[in-house]
């Protein structure tokens, strides 16, 4: 049986996905939940399958590039990349949040520029947001502290995803715009669905479990 390798994002929606796990009947080995840990791969109690801990915007590329069989990842990331071998069969309805557009208060809306400059680490899905509009757009590229571009003259605004909103408001900013509305996928590599059955036995237990959640 060959060796499957599942990628999971840090953060917020690692601990989302987990109760997820467990439905299927996946266990990580403790050291995955050590945030402390420096390991990156661990086993599961599946002989079978292991895990790999990556950034958000990383599991995309280990999954399109075939080094990981399957992953999670919001549909930003999908939507950003666009690689053509990355299937996305399953809504996980979790790490739910928005990518928008946000400025100072007080910014006037964009009216008839031609041309507009933004921070963010979203290049593509902002340029293909204002090109809809006939506006240029400029990105200057960040993958953080995406709040201070505007305070300190980077860019006058930014694309950037937001949850509660309450990191804008910290910093003087408002939601102007939203161009995505933002869950987490369930992606899969491609030839590895089309060859592998086990990677089409997984793709199937996570669609039983988001059906219900879909229905309701």
Known sequence: MTPLVLALPKGRILKEALPLLAAVGIEPEPALFDEDSRALRFATN??????IRVRSFDVGTF?????????????????????SELYSPVDLGIGRCR????????TPPVGQ??????????????????????I????????????????????????????????????GLVEREIILEVTSRLVVNRAAFKTLPSVVGLVDAFRALAAPARAA
């Open 136 to 171: 240029q757009a400029e990105c200057v590229k960040l993958n953080g502290a995406m709040e201070l571009a505007p305070l300190l003259g980077l860019a006058p605004r930014i694309v950037d995803l937001v949850s509660t909103g309450r990191t804008l408001k910290d910093n």
């Open 99 to 106: 990518l928008s557009v946000a400025e100072p208060v007080g």
């Open 113 to 134: 520029e031609s041309h507009v400059r933004v921070a963010t680490k979203y290049p593509h899905l902002t340029q293909a947001h204002y090109a809809a509009q006939g």
């Open 46 to 51: 599946r002989p079978d399958l292991s895990i």
């Open 63 to 83: 999954v399109a590039f075939g080094a990981a069989h399957l992953g999670i990842v919001g549909n930003d990331v999908i939507a950003e990349f666009a690689y």
